[in-house]
């Protein structure tokens, strides 16, 4: 779905962390978000998902204001998001982690779970074969059964993205989803982006500070300093930016590669 | 003769132990479950056993009553009232994260005990509430006593059977994951308020329901036998002691202190006459060593808590 931001700004106190900012995420399209620390990304990200409300400006999704919606309402329109630190749930295990995720749980009402107790079995046996295979696809299979509080920082960010893959959303936020997986990992994880984006057609929007999978993977790529959009386009393009190599301090956007 | 006693005192013991039991499977809904901080056990309890007290008493010129209801009717109303006040101070409360969820809910109980204890007209303030009919009448004493053990018992075994379904149903399983991390489970499209106050409604109810329980037992209530100390706290050190998240474990804890708890005032009989004075003192210290020493070196409980069985067997 498109993702749409017009002229939002918010402000901490007397930061201001997103100012008039504006951005478009095509359907389809796999969008990175870069800038330096402090540049807004994350607020923007929690604004879009609806964790923190603009003190103005609005959030579009496919058209549809949903700038006054919560969180939960946004899954339901197809919206999902991930977090910067994964937000695992530690006292549970990792299959179970995956188990929240789907909707229309029949056995979500207490009424269903005490005296309809078949309804919830029939629901549970799809959602655990879904979890099954997601598993695999992530070679969790081995640790399904682990506390998920006992899992590598690195495995962590793999189970947060496998309730990307259970939910039904097909738009979907990542926070730097490679950081702490290793290099064998991040690969597979963004071939896993890629089909699904290119083959069926889903929607990301990356926040990621590891140019070379903003490179392999992002296109366009948005940059953002001091709150709004620096500039926007392909990759290659915008690491010439004099602008943006500035924002990032002459530093780190592969500028030793530029000309 | 004897025998005869301590046979008629265990009896006395298990079933008040079994009705905390009651209320600390209440508490782990809230906490366990999901990890709402309810200091205010005392008020819905309470709530529970005036409600079935005045609807079951034959009229009285001291308070609010003459319904002379069955039994039945005012566990029901009980639960269901118990129920209703939760679910208000949960509309404004669930939000509030755990150490404000403590403190709102410390006033909660104050307030529900203070209007216990100044609505005369409701409630015959601090002289309570005499003559609440006990069950099985028609069995003889030590008949009755033991009928209302078996009920109690079985009560426990309804409940057991409502809250650990619930914990092993996806409903409980929404309620952990809230405990663990909210906002994820916000970002998974579950409207968190509405399981916080679930949680909430139905812990306060099967606190209300024990109160009923409660008062049909003793047969006399008053504000004082909702004193937060041997309602609110003891239920903690229950659950803290048995295993909070674990339902046989809160079963378990309530029981074990209960028992400790009763011993102690036997112990308190053989001090030196100087310090029989400080006897009530001295039985909650040891039970707040007690907790100390589980917080210590098993701050899990004794039956700590597990994964629940999942709900469908995997295949291979």
Not at chain 1, 57 to 70: A, E, F, N, W
Not at chain 1, 234 to 239: A, E, G, L, P, V
Not at chain 2, 165 to 176: D, E, H, I, T
């Amino acid at each position: 779905m498109r993702i749409e931001v017009r002229n939002v700004s918010k402000a901490f106190g007397g930061i201001r962390a997103v100012r008039d900012c504006s951005l478009t995420v095509e359907p389809g399209t796999i969008t990175g978000l870069i800038g330096p620390n402090g540049a807004g990304k994350s607020t923007l990200f929690d604004i879009i998902a609806g964790f923190t409300r603009p003190d103005s400006g609005r959030v579009l999704l496919d058209g549809r204001d949903i700038t006054p919606l919560p969180p939960h309402r946004r899954f339901h329109l197809g919206l999902y998001r991930t977090f910067q630190i994964p937000r695992i749930f530690a006292r549970m295990t990792v299959e179970e982690n995956l188990l929240v995720v789907p909707p229309h749980q029949p056995g979500e009402n207490l009424l269903v779970s005490w005296f309809l107790w078949p309804r919830v079995v029939r629901r549970e046996r799809e959602i655990v074969r879904r979890a099954g295979e997601v598993l695999e696809r992530l070679g969790l299979w081995r640790l399904r059964d682990a506390l998920a509080g006992e899992l590598s920082g690195g495995q962590k960010k793999l189970l947060e993205f496998g309730r990307v893959l259970m939910s039904p959303c097909r738009t979907v936020l990542l926070d730097e989803p490679g950081a702490g997986v290793n290099r064998t990992l991040m690969a597979r994880l963004a071939g896993l982006i890629a089909e699904l984006a290119h083959e069926e057609g889903w929607t990301f929007c990356i926040v990621e500070h590891d140019m070379d999978l903003v490179a392999r993977l992002c296109d366009p790529v948005i940059v953002m300093a001091e709150g709004t959009v620096l500039t926007q386009g392909r990759f290659d393009d915008i690491r010439r930016d004099r602008q943006v190599i500035e924002a990032y301090l002459g530093g780190t956007l592969g500028a030793e590669a530029a000309p | 003769m004897e025998l005869v006693g301590l046979a008629s005192f265990l009896v006395f013991f298990l079933t008040l132990a079994g009705i905390y039991a009651l209320v600390t499977l209440g508490l782990n809904v809230q906490w366990g479950f999901s990890g709402q901080f309810n200091i205010g056990i005392a008020g819905f309890w309470a709530i529970g056993a005036y409600t079935a007290a005045i609807l079951d008493t034959p009229a009285s010129p001291f308070h609010l009553g003459g319904f002379a209801m069955p039994f039945w009717v005012g566990a029901l109303a009980a639960t269901l009232l118990a129920a209703a006040v939760a679910f208000l101070v949960g509309v404004i409360c669930v939000d509030l994260r755990t150490d404000y969820l403590a403190i709102a809910t410390i006033g909660i109980g104050e307030i529900i005990r203070l209007v216990l204890k100044n609505e005369e007209w409701l409630t015959n303030g601090v002289r309570g509430i005499a003559g609440i009919p006990r069950l099985f009448e028609a069995l003889g004493r030590s008949g009755q006593a033991l009928a209302f053990l078996g009920f109690v018992l079985l009560a426990i075994l309804l409940v057991y059977a409502l809250v650990e379904r619930a914990a092993r149903s996806p409903w409980g399983r929404v309620q952990r994951a809230i405990r663990d991390e909210e906002l994820a489970v916000a970002a998974c499209g579950r409207d968190v308020r509405r399981f916080r106050l679930e949680s909430f409604v139905l812990g306060s109810a099967i606190m209300g329901f024990a109160g009923a329980v409660h008062a049909h037992f003793v047969g006399f209530i008053s504000p004082e036998a909702f004193d937060p100390l041997f309602t609110t706290f003891l239920v903690w050190v229950m659950l803290v002691v048995g295993g909070s998240g674990n339902n046989r474990g809160a079963i378990l804890g309530a029981f074990l202190v209960w028992a400790i708890w009763s011993l102690a005032q036997f112990a308190t009989a053989y001090l030196p006459l100087a310090w029989a004075g400080r006897a009530g003192a001295l039985r909650v210290l040891l039970v707040g060593v007690l907790l100390q020493l589980v917080l210590l070196w098993r701050p899990q409980g004794l039956l700590p808590e597990r994964p629940p069985p999942p709900v469908v067997r995997r295949d291979a």
